[in-house]
């Protein structure tokens, strides 16, 4: 056999580095910088190598309570991923049934993935903006002045825009658990009924564990979609921002590199939730070959 690599070979690689660094290579630059010495500044050549700016970081930046912003979206992130998952799955459980319009309601469901970010956004502030406007009125037609002058909104962290995060995150979970029952074996299920489970001892025991790696990447996905979501977010958030939104908004006010360095933090935390699904999914793999082992 001729081993010999010719060029289109040399060719190919040379473009996959070349896309690699396209893709990495802005990521790359920023961790590079917010490690500088306190007399750096936002472009090369560094200044000195230090912790120095994720000190200035936990300090505070100007007005911003980073730390405040940080739980916010941590929380926010949780409740999506946790909504996510739950709605994912369950409604993959029910297009499993012939039902008459699945059709429709599935590319209703995924068609906000389609429609620009920005727009979203500000149909959910809208909509909202409108129930306001009709609670205000209900409020003044019942008599209820006090809660009539005491209103505000109803826009909110876990009203307005967890419902615009969902309009991104939920069709890639639909997506994804859409593709899993396709290829899912009904043999498997129908075994456990025949052996006198109930429905729900075997989803719990037979569906789940088989389902469990892409239950987990579904909620990966809705973490970091969430953990680094703008746009849909920017106009139907309230009055509290995410971190995002905050970082989004220093980009135009700080000259250091402390924003270097809340990049650094922010990348980490979604690349250390991808480390912890491919874990818990190389985990699940683990204990059903070791289920399939005593088995045997």
């Known amino acids: 056999m001729n081993d010999k690599r010719g060029f289109s070979f040399y ?81 993959a459980l029910a297009f499993r049934k012939r039902m008459r319009g699945a059709n429709v309601l599935f590319y209703v469901a995924v068609a906000s993935l389609i429609m620009p970010s920005i727009i979203v956004s500000l149909g959910v502030g809208l909509s909202f903006r409108l129930l306001d406007t009709a609670l205000k009125f209900l409020f003044d037609w019942a008599g209820w002045t006090g809660m009539s002058e005491s209103f505000t909104t109803t826009m909110g962290l876990y009203t307005s825009a967890l419902g615009a995060q969902l309009t991104w995150t939920l069709p890639f979970g639909l997506l994804v658990m859409f593709a899993v029952f396709n290829r899912f074996n009904s043999a498997y299920e129908e075994a456990a009924l025949d052996l006198g489970a109930t429905p729900w001892q075997s989803f719990r025991h037979v569906v789940l564990p088989l389902i469990a790696p892409s239950v987990v990447g579904v909620g990966m996905f809705g973490f970091t979609l969430s953990w680094d979501e703008i746009a849909r977010s920017s106009q139907a958030i309230g009055d509290l921002n995410t971190l995002p939104l905050e970082l989004q908004g220093l980009t135009t006010t700080v000259t250091t590199p402390v924003i270097y360095a809340l990049g650094t933090l922010t990348t980490a935390i979604s690349f250390l939730v991808v480390g912890l699904a491919i874990g818990i999914m190389a985990l699940v793999r683990r204990r059903a070959r070791g289920r399939k082992l005593q088995a045997t």
């Open 11 to 91: 060719a190919l690689a040379a473009f996959f580095a070349l896309f690699l660094l396209f893709l990495y290579g802005p990521t790359i630059t920023i961790f590079i910088l917010s490690f500088q010495g306190p007399e750096g500044g936002l472009t090369f050549p560094m200044r000195g190598v230090s912790l120095h700016w994720f000190s200035k970081l936990m300090e505070g930046v100007g007005v911003v309570d980073i730390g405040a912003a940080f739980m916010r979206s941590l929380k926010l992130g949780l409740l999506v991923t946790a909504l996510t998952v739950l709605l994912s799955v369950s409604a």
